[in-house]
């Protein structure tokens, strides 16, 4: 078979609105913003990727901005009169040239994919070894900060039958105000859903100590990264104590960031993102790596669009055990969509398209009233 070469590359940035403000321990979300990325091939089979981040650069190293930046000058370069169907030699290509982007990196990845899923008439979880499910459960971020009010969005979303599994975002506040906050929720919901916390880094090692207990004895399933990622003995310590299992986020930011992390054991669940690995197959050697160091999975999110979430699902519908769900509900939060189709999301499950490639169409006339000019 002749090559089929890339191209062009188009990284284009939209801004949608949300449905609320989104509350993080260290930013406020008034809207999202996406890196919206289009690779043409030669056979006139074009693929769409996404790389999105959260809060400018209050969360990591690359920005919107950086993105399409660094996407243009120095990314596309490498990859234009490349082979569009060898995933593996084009992204080994970016890797040996440049250092981290790995949400960049994770959007280029997910648009290759997605061309060749096109090409071959198979959606892109085949490409990645074949599915084992066709859906995946889906948790809510309760980020109100007001008690009562995430209780009623709650009990609203259990009614609707979209969410049983709930995330409260914590940290930015006083610690004993935020674990009053976390355990009326727990208390009010009950049995009938999985309320987790997610601390982002926020508390210091002597506060997270007790706080983890009491958490764990209050019926918390899951503590996401409390302390900061630099602290790895603080990690490993934590890990030992906390009745409640401690989730690696920020922690990971690379593949061999995972390796580390097992080696040293400092978590028992590794939350997965396609953009902190470099894209769906990057994080599926993470995946790898914790399941040979017996650490447990959960399907994390950057808050994507339609595009990077599928990317995301396509990826983790093909992992044998996602034993804590998954929080794909980007698309949810967005009150405007730029593809032709929004993702379909029922029974608290996201269905993932058996359609080739991501499964997935730009609506060219939204993408071009959203694009930041």
Not at 63 to 68: L, N, Q
Not at 149 to 176: C, P, T, W, Y
Not at 260 to 283: E, T
Not at 298 to 320: K, P, R, V
Request: glycine share 8%; net charge negative.
């Amino acid at each position: 078979m002749s090559h089929i070469l890339i191209e062009s590359i188009e990284a284009v940035i939209v801004d949608l609105p949300t449905i609320r403000p989104h509350k993080l321990a260290m930013h406020t979300l008034q809207k999202q913003t996406l890196v919206i990325i289009r690779v043409r091939c030669a056979d006139g089979i074009e693929g769409i990727g996404e790389s999105t981040t959260i809060g400018g650069l209050a969360y990591g190293n690359e920005s919107p901005e950086s993105i399409k930046t660094n996407i243009e000058c120095h990314l596309a370069p490498l990859l234009i009169g490349q082979d569009a169907s060898n995933i593996n030699a084009a992204m080994l290509r970016l890797d040996k040239a440049a250092k981290g982007n790995t949400f960049a990196k994770s959007g280029l990845e997910s648009a290759l994919l997605d061309a060749q899923g096109k090409r071959l008439g198979l959606p892109v979880s085949e490409l990645l070894g074949g599915r084992v499910r066709d859906s995946l459960e889906v948790a809510w971020t309760l980020a109100s900060g007001d008690t009562a009010k995430d209780i009623a969005e709650a009990e609203q979303m259990l009614d609707i039958r979209r969410h049983r599994i709930f995330k409260l975002k914590i940290g930015a506040n006083e610690v004993s105000a935020d674990l009053k906050h976390v355990i009326a929720i727990k208390k009010a919901l009950g049995e009938r859903a999985s309320v987790r916390v997610d601390v982002n880094q926020y508390w210091d090692e002597s506060q997270a100590i007790r706080a983890c207990q009491v958490l764990g004895d209050n019926g918390i399933d899951l503590i996401e990264q409390p302390i900061s990622r630099i602290n790895r003995a603080g990690q490993v310590r934590l890990n030992q104590r906390s009745p409640a299992p401690i989730m690696a986020d920020e922690s990971i930011e690379s593949v061999a960031d995972a390796f580390s992390l097992a080696a040293d054991g400092a978590a028992s669940i590794f939350a997965l993102k396609i953009g902190k690995n470099g894209g769906p197959r990057a994080v599926l050697r993470t995946a790898q790596i914790a399941e040979a160091a017996g650490i447990a999975l959960y399907g994390g999110t950057m808050l994507e669009g339609a595009i990077g979430t599928l990317a995301s699902a396509h990826a983790f519908i093909t992992l044998s055990r996602l034993t804590w769900g998954t929080e794909l509900f980007g698309p949810l939060l967005l009150t405007e969509e730029i593809v032709t189709e929004a993702p379909v999301y029922r029974d608290f499950q996201l269905e993932v398209p058996r359609s080739p490639g991501l499964g997935l169409t730009l609506d060219e006339e939204r993408l071009a009233f959203f694009r930041r000019t």
